[in-house]
C-alpha cells in the first residue's frame, strides 16, 4: 500500500523508462504508447533536443522569481507570441492554472466595463481542470458535487446549439466563451468549424472574449501549433500546458487584442511560472515544432491507425463512431468498454478510454508507420474480443 492519496483508480503497472513511442516497465517489458501521457510527450519519450535544453539549463540555472525578468521566459514568449496571432502570455505550470489565469482575465475584462458580476459561457461535456475555477467551469456533475458550492459565474450550454447562442445575446454580464476546440475529456468530440465561427461572430458583435482552452488540443497534436490554427478561427485568448514542456510542467495563457494588456500588476502571480528551466523544454518544444513535415505527420500516423483498424475489426458494428482531429483520436464502441485498457495492456499497447465508451488515442508525432499500424490493428484486437472479455 503506498502512501499516494487514492485519487486514481492506478493500473497495475509501473514505468520506468521511455523512447519515442515505446515505454518500458519495471520488468523490461516495451508497450507501444498510445496515449502520450495524456497528450503530453507530442514529440515522444525523452526527445533528445528537449533533453538536451533540460539537460544544459539544469545545469546553469533552475529557478529565480518573477521578481526578476528571466531571459529564457522573455524568449519563450517571442516564441509563442511570433508562432501565434496572440500579443502577449502569462506562464504558469498546469491545464487548470492556466484556464485560471483565463477566469481571472474575463472577469478583470468585465470589471474593467463595469460589469459587476462577469459571467464566462461554458459548455456542456467540456473539461478544464479541477482547481474550482476550472472545475467549475467543468461539466461533469459527479466530478463538481462533492465539492459544492462551486465558484459562481459560469452559464453552461449545448455545444453545436445554434439557436441556443442566439438566446445569449439577452443575458446581461456574459464576459467571455470558454471552449476547448475538440473536447479532449468529454470524448474526443470536435466543435464544428461553423460552429467556432459562430462563436467568434457572437463575440465580436457582443465584445466577448473568445477563449479556447488548448490544453489538450495544442502542441502538434491536432497536426498544427495550436488546432485554432489548422480550423482558422482565432480566439482571444489561447491557453495551453500539457505538450508545451512534453512533460515538463508549464502551462501558458496567451492573449490578444485589448485582453493581451488586461492583467495589470499585482493581478496574478505565481512562484514556479515561467522559470528558467520549465522554459528551456518548452522553448525546445516549440522550437522542434516549427517544422511544417513533423506537425503533417498527425494525419499520416492518423491515417496508417485507422487503415490498420479497419482492416482488422471483425464486426464493424462494434464501432459507434469515429472522432476527432489530427492525433486526437476517439472510437466510440457498442461493447463494454471495461476492461478494454486493461487488456491493451495485456497485449502491450497504452491506450485511454474516456466518457464511458470512447477508446482515445492520442500518440506521438514520432511514431513511425510500423508502429501506427501496429496500435490500430492492436485496437481493433482488443474489440474483437471485447464481447468475449464481458461475458
Ligand atoms: C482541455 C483541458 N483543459 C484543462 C486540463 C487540465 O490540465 P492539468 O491536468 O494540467 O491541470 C485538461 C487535462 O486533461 C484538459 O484536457
Not at 467556432?196 to 488548448?214: G, I, P, V, Y
Not at 490498420?308 to 469515429?322: G, K, S
Request: aromatic content about 6%.
Amino acid at each position: 500500500m503506498s502512501a499516494i492519496m487514492r485519487t486514481y483508480k492506478q493500473l497495475p503497472v509501473a514505468f520506468v523508462r521511455g523512447r519515442g513511442a515505446t515505454l518500458w516497465d519495471t520488468q523490461g517489458r516495451p508497450y507501444l504508447d498510445g496515449l502520450s501521457g495524456i497528450a503530453v510527450t507530442n514529440l515522444g519519450h525523452c526527445h533528445p533536443r528537449v533533453t538536451q535544453a533540460i539537460e544544459e539549463q539544469a545545469r546553469e540555472l533552475v529557478h529565480t522569481s518573477n521578481l526578476f525578468r528571466i531571459p529564457g521566459q522573455e524568449q519563450l514568449g517571442a516564441e509563442l507570441v511570433s508562432a501565434t496571432a496572440m500579443e502577449s502570455v502569462f506562464f504558469c505550470n498546469s491545464g487548470a492554472e492556466a484556464n485560471e489565469v483565463a477566469i481571472k482575465l474575463a472577469r478583470r475584462y468585465g470589471h474593467d466595463r463595469d460589469i459587476k458580476t462577469p459571467t464566462v459561457v461554458v459548455l456542456d461535456g467540456a473539461f478544464h481542470g479541477r482547481t474550482l475555477g476550472a472545475l467549475a467551469a467543468t461539466a461533469g456533475e459527479a466530478m463538481r458535487q462533492p465539492f459544492e458550492p462551486m465558484v459562481p459565474g459560469f452559464i453552461r450550454i449545448a455545444p453545436e446549439d445554434f439557436n441556443g447562442l442566439k438566446s445569449l445575446e439577452a443575458q446581461a454580464d456574459i464576459v467571455a466563451v470558454l471552449v476547448e476546440p475538440v473536447q479532449g475529456e468529454g470524448g474526443v468530440r470536435p466543435l464544428s468549424r461553423d460552429y467556432l465561427l459562430a462563436l467568434r461572430a457572437l463575440c465580436d458583435q457582443q465584445n466577448w472574449l473568445l477563449m479556447f482552452d488548448e490544453v489538450q488540443t495544442g502542441n502538434g497534436r491536432c497536426g498544427a501549433l495550436y488546432a485554432y490554427q489548422r480550423l482558422g478561427v482565432t480566439p482571444d485568448v489561447l491557453i495551453t500546458a500539457k505538450g508545451l514542456g512534453n512533460g515538463y510542467p508549464i502551462g501558458a495563457c496567451l492573449a490578444k487584442g485589448e485582453a493581451s494588456a488586461t492583467l495589470r500588476a499585482g493581478d496574478h502571480g505565481t512562484t514556479y511560472g515561467g522559470s528558467p528551466l520549465a522554459c528551456a523544454a518548452a522553448s525546445a518544444v516549440v522550437n522542434t515544432l516549427a517544422d511544417p513535415p513533423l506537425l503533417a505527420r498527425a494525419d499520416v500516423i492518423r491515417e496508417h491507425i485507422l487503415k490498420a483498424f479497419r482492416d482488422q475489426l471483425a464486426n464493424p458494428e462494434h464501432v459507434a463512431e469515429i472522432r476527432g482531429l489530427g492525433l486526437m483520436l476517439g472510437i466510440e464502441v457498442t461493447v463494454p468498454a471495461t476492461g478494454l485498457v486493461t487488456s491493451a495492456l495485456e497485449q502491450g499497447v497504452v491506450i485511454n478510454v474516456t466518457a464511458g465508451n470512447t477508446i482515445r488515442l492520442l500518440p506521438p508525432l514520432v511514431m513511425t508507420n510500423d508502429e501506427a499500424n501496429q496500435l490500430g490493428y492492436s485496437v481493433a484486437e482488443i474489440i474483437n474480443q471485447a464481447p468475449e472479455i464481458a461475458a
